[in-house]
């Protein structure tokens, strides 16, 4: 479980995770971003992380592996 700061947007879609600042605002993560796969032998999520400043806190943790035979996810993390 992670936590959104106020100039932060999150929206989670199925297995997509995304976190997008608006405006100048930063994006902090300091928990867990977690897009694993659920299901025996299926891929892993989409973690995205936008904004004009990303910080991933020393306690930051995002995964999106895949199970089983299932190929891992993606993760995106950078600047607008």
Same mark, same amino acid.
Do not use: H, W
């Given at each position: 479980? @992670? $936590? !959104?700061?106020?100039? #932060?947007?999150? !929206? ?8 997008? #600042?608006?405006? /100048? +605002? ?8 977690? %897009? /694993? %796969? $659920?299901? %025996? /032998? $299926?891929? @892993? @999520?989409?973690?995205?992380?936008? *904004? ?7 306690? %930051?943790?995002?995964?999106?592996? @895949?199970? +089983?035979?299932? $190929? +891992?996810?993606?993760?995106?993390? *950078? *600047? /607008?």
């Amino acid at each position: 479980v @992670g $936590s !959104v700061q106020t100039a #932060s947007r999150a !929206v989670i879609i199925g297995d997509v995770i995304e976190l997008r #600042s608006t405006g /100048d +605002g930063t994006v902090r993560v300091k928990g867990t971003l977690m %897009a /694993d %796969a $659920s299901r %025996a /032998d $299926s891929d @892993g @999520g989409k973690v995205r992380v936008f *904004g004009k400043n990303v910080a991933l806190e020393e306690t %930051a943790v995002v995964s999106a592996r @895949g199970a +089983g035979q299932g $190929s +891992g996810g993606s993760i995106l993390v *950078g *600047g /607008d």
